[in-house]
């Protein structure tokens, strides 16, 4: 099982929302980790990184709790700083 939480994270490298994606379409990776589609189609659309991350501690640490709460952490930092980059970008 924790082969998968590397193949998330390499897929993950990709592209967020290609990942969300294929995960979606082929495993029951992103259902595990969400009791319904609008939780993980916002984060699809609005923070990709955070979804993922949250899987992810979900699936393989059993859920926000200690180093899945570092994983979902880091998660949300990463897409801060992915819509930091593009707001100094315009500037």
């Known amino acids: 099982m924790r082969a998968m939480c590397c193949v998330v994270a390499l897929l ?18 992103t259902t595990r980790a969400f009791d319904n589609f609008l939780l993980p189609f916002l984060g699809f659309l609005f923070l990709p990184w955070t979804t993922i991350a949250f899987a992810i501690a979900q699936n393989e640490f059993g859920g926000p709790s200690g180093i899945g709460l570092v994983i979902i952490a880091l998660g949300l930092l990463a897409d801060i700083g992915v819509l930091g980059g593009g707001a100094r970008s315009r500037r």
Not at 13 to 28: E, N, Q, S
């Open 12 to 29: 993950a490298f990709l592209g967020p929302r290609l990942a969300i994606f294929l995960l979606w379409l082929f495993t029951t990776y």
